[in-house]
């Protein structure tokens, strides 16, 4: 059987003449959390949004649970894919329970399940309060919630952690890694190595539009703690180019 539930081919995004993404190559296996991680501007929102349907790649080809993504997401695939953004797309003047029941109506899924999502991501006190009240930290659990109305076999969060306390991610956190046991696929972008290092499975590094290494965090962490890291390249064209951009 094939475990493959994400596979990304030479992803190229061009905007006005700008190479956002310079042919992005990754597999992620069903049950895998798979972080993408790299500097500002290295291009892991854009490879998040064109694998939600929000942005159409300019070449490469995309697959997900076997299915090759032409144009936007096929409806049946839409509410197999829970997705959280970077920043917040809730409706602020509407309480936290009309935010998830205009979203459940809107994906014509069932609601019952967001009175039981608010109590678990500890939002069941403030259920009535406008989004508007709401810290970061509560607007991205909101923001979780939402993603998972539909019971999705795949999350795709776009730093789901930016910007919050410590302990706000860590609920966070744990949260991802509880969604993990229950056998979901995560794809996550974050800035930070440590919490690639506490989530994922497998890292690619991004920078520059392109996946320059794919690898367990372990591997990671323990050439930066021998104050060398260890790339094992996917591609080995831009080897200078990659060493000037790691040396800045
Ligand atoms: N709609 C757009 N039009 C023009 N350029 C864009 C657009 N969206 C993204 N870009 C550019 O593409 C590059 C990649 O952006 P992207 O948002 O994917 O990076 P990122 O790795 O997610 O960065 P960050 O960590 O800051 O969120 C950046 O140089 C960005 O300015």
């Given at each position: 059987m094939n475990k493959k539930i994400i596979e990304i081919k030479n992803l190229t995004k061009i905007f006005s003449g700008f190479k956002a993404l310079n042919g992005i190559n990754l597999e992620v296996e069903k049950g895998e959390i798979v972080g993408l991680l790299g500097?500002?501007?290295?291009g892991k929102t854009t490879t998040l949004k064109i694998l939600m349907g929000l942005l159409k790649p300019t070449e490469g080809s995309i697959k997900i649970m076997g299915e090759k993504i032409k144009k936007q997401l096929p409806t049946w695939l839409k509410n197999k894919i829970g997705v959280v953004f970077e920043e917040s797309n809730l409706y602020?003047?509407?309480n936290a329970i009309d935010n998830l029941k205009l979203f459940a109506g809107i994906n014509n899924?069932?609601?019952?399940k967001i009175k039981e999502l608010l109590a678990e991501y500890h939002l069941e006190a403030a259920a009535?309060?406008?989004?508007?009240?709401?810290?970061k930290g509560m607007k991205k659990r909101l923001m979780i919630c939402r993603s998972l109305i539909a019971e999705p076999e795949i999350l795709i969060l776009d730093e789901?952690?930016?910007?919050?306390d410590p302990i706000s991610a860590e609920i966070i956190q744990q949260k991802v890694l509880a969604l993990k046991k229950q056998g979901k696929t995560v794809i996550l972008s974050t800035h930070y190595l440590e919490e690639a290092a506490h989530l994922c499975d497998r890292v690619a590094f991004i920078n520059q539009g392109q996946v320059i290494a794919v690898d367990k965090p372990a591997a990671f962490k323990k050439g930066l703690k021998a104050k060398f890291l260890e790339l094992n390249l996917?591609?080995?064209?831009?080897l200078e180019k990659i060493i000037d951009d790691l040396n800045n």
């Open positions: 500097p500002n501007g290295a602020l003047r509407l899924v069932n609601q019952s009535k309060r406008e989004i508007r009240t709401f810290s789901a952690t930016g910007g919050l996917t591609n080995e064209n831009n």
